[in-house]
């Protein structure tokens, strides 16, 4: 059984992957503090950069939250990004979008303490 220290919530959404001078379009299937789940683009490179850039529209508001990610994993349909870095303008979109998700706000409160003791 998998046991993860963040909440994930699901989360359907348009997202970008820069990769260099390239940027790959995705969807988010799900987020967390820790990073995202993202289906597999179909112009996948074959090798990727350790640092790539993850921006991702939120459907309703003119906002676009953005961090530097990693490959924690990959299947043929998805990949996991590990969150390597996240301003704070996109870290406070991003908290507010899993506190309303989550509806426990002491749960998330909790998580960003681990967070940034980690």
């Known amino acids: 059984m998998e046991h993860r220290r963040f909440s994930r919530v699901s989360f359907q959404g348009k997202a970008h992957l820069d990769i260099g001078s390239h940027s790959l379009a995705t969807e988010v299937l799900d987020l967390s503090l820790q990073g995202a789940l993202i289906k597999k683009p179909a112009d996948w490179p074959p090798s990727l950069p350790?640092?790539?850039l993850l921006r991702i529209q939120l459907n309703e508001l003119p906002i676009e939250l953005s961090?530097?990610?990693?490959?924690?994993?990959?299947?043929?349909?998805?990949?996991?990004?590990?969150?390597?870095?996240?301003d704070i303008e996109s870290v406070s979109h991003l908290r507010r979008l899993l506190e309303l998700n989550l509806g426990d706000a002491e749960l998330l409160s909790r998580e960003l303490s681990e967070l940034s003791a980690g």
């Open 50 to 52: 350790k640092q790539m």
């Open 67 to 86: 961090m530097k990610v990693s490959v924690a994993h990959a299947s043929d349909t998805v990949v996991g990004l590990h969150c390597e870095k996240i």
